[in-house]
């Protein structure tokens, strides 16, 4: 065999083999081309002791057979061909790895042996460069599969991530108490984001419209109009809240996930994910499927969590704050008291009271009492900084903590707080005037607790209060002994009420022209085993402050009409007046109680006089002027006490359409010194002729202001000088022992003894 035609041999060889995709390729064609080229019968190649590729055997021999050549054996014998000549040559010089052919005719020459050699070593080359490929290969697919998890893990932390981001904006924005709203719209928001293409919806069950379903929130503005409508979403969401379970269905192209979302343990309502574009029917076939649904489900716990906080949320502010003015109770002050004082520095507590309120509440009605309190409110917020805080302490009262301000800033907005609340309120159409006494407590002088602190507060208001009416008080430690004593006060006199220990005392009212008594002024009386006699001014006020005076007032007009009534039966002409004050007469129940009385007794309603000063007159002037109206109509008389010390303007005298003006008796203790009360004295009883109304001097104390008295036309006088006040039995034995009863002289009646109406001064009658 010549060499060069080896070569060309050898290079055809390697080509074929080299082409091959892999191994079992490379070893097929090395064995097929050596049998050939070596003109053999059969070949093999073994690997390892393994026969891993043949040519030229039969269908049921595996190259076994040849296994013998591999090793010192040169002859095996084949069925079908009998006796071959073998020859092997190893793949790496080794013996393991050899390419063996068999030829019947001839054993291999020494060139055709060394052919055999290069063809086998070619292979081994061919193998090892085959192998490194496909171990490059596997290299390769290994590491490309290795990116594509990494990949996907990466997608799985981010979105985990971003889900993460969420989760955590949306708890901030719960704990931070952001508005339910926004919190819903961030959850909404949250899961469609991560669930890129899929709109989110809230649905809740609507306690309001009977178990229906409402949009609380879409991921987008349209989706709560689309979601709400569309019956299979709603369909699935009812499935889902009614089962409390994950819901997920397909109707045609739409398919949805709905997730049951619980308020405050109960389910009340779903988180509902619906598809942008149509997806198809196999829903198996989504990758997302399961995630989709633990997202949902996540997003669906925070909504839960958000509307049971904010439901818990909602629970204590109505426990914490007042519902008629929306802020804060009792109870939340002090507790932000407590914290302001815990954290030291200089505070100042005010206690705001409001004047006359309780009268405005009992004449125009409660809802009338609850909008003046809201507006009320309104005007102390106005007066303040954001950082202060106002509650609502009790029925009309009020407190405001000023935080790190000075006493003198206390004092000032005390101060604007009672000049904003004087001016009128305009309520259920009518103008309303109220004010405010204003207590101070200052954190710098008393070092006690926040209860402290506010009673102080309190204290010092009460003692503003008895200064009159709009006055600031700043605390001090003696007050608390004076609120004490004046509480016991109280406290005793509520006793005296019930125990029947308070009496009416008499005093008769003179005729001045004919000198005989016309009747009487019934007197409050209350002897305290304790205290004695306590005189009706020491405990008048206090009875008018508490309210008291609304019963006792009740208990004078009782007892006064009775008594009346008994000694009517023997002095048929005799009146009697009787004091009221302005809380009594704006009372709802004082005009029906009033008639309850007369009727009791058949007593005509002229004999009773019904005694206001002109103080309790501008209490409540719209009140007080309707009350009078309907007294007028009732047919008793009025008399304006104490003329002259209050407002002493005489046109309330036109305003109101009273029957008596009673002089105070300051005016008459001076009518004879030479005074300027002479001409004061006269002018009111001038114009009470004018007006037609009977004037009646206070406090006659000697024969010459009686004279005084009778000479400028006075109709009618009380005092010392004529007689003091009486128990029951005296006055009876005065009236009837000086002729009471008598007809009156013509100077002492009006011409129209039961005027109606307001009447224009008569100038005619002077
Ligand atoms: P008022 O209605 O002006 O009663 C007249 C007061 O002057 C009475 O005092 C009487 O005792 C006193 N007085 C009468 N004559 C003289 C006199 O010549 N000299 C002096 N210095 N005083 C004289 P009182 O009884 O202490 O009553 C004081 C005030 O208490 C009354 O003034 C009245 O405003 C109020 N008051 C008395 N009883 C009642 C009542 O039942 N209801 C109400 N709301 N107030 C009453
Ligand atoms: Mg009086
Ligand atoms: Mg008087």
Redesign the pocket.
Known sequence: MPNHWSTLQLTEYFSGISGTEDEGAALQQAVERATETLEAEVGAVVIDGRVRATWGLGHDQDGAELLPLTGPAREVVLPGLGTLHGSAASLRGSGDDVLVVARQDSPLQAEERQLLQAMAQLLGLVLRNVRTLAAERALREDKEREAAERLRLLEELRTRQRLLERLLAIQGAVSSRRPLPEVLDAVTAGAADLLDGVRVALLLTDSLADGGLTVASGSEPDVAADVGTTRTVLDAAAEAIAAGAVVETTTGSTRLVAVPVSVDGEVGGCLVAVPRAPEGDDRDADPHRGGRRALLTAFAQQASLALTDARTVEAVTLANHDPVTGLPTRALFLERLHDTLAEGGDHIVLFIDLDRFKAVNDSLGHRAGDELLAAVSHRIRACLRTDDTAARIGGDEFAVLLRDVPQEVGVGVAERLIESLRKPFRIASRNVVIGASVGLADSRTHLDGADDLLSNADVAMYVAKKRGASQVAVFEPRMHSETVERLDLLADLQRALSRGDLRLHY?PVVDLGSGHPVGA????RWTDPRRGTV???AF?GLAEESGL?VDI?RW?LQEGVRQLARWREDLPALTLN????AR?LVDKDFIPHLEQILAAVALPPGTLTL?LTETALMYDPDTSAHQIDRLKALGVRLAV??FGTGYSSLSYLRRFPVDQVKID?AFIAQVNSGSEDLAVVRSVIELGSALRLQTVA????TEDQLDTLRRLGCAMG????LSR?LDADGAWRYLSGHGAGSVPSPRSAPSDPQPTGRRAPDTTSA
């Open positions: 005093q002024e019934g007197l409050l005189p009706p001014l008048i005076i007032g004078v009787l004091n009221v004050s009594q005694e006490d104490d008796r206070e406090g006659i104390e009380q005092g010392y000088h006040p």
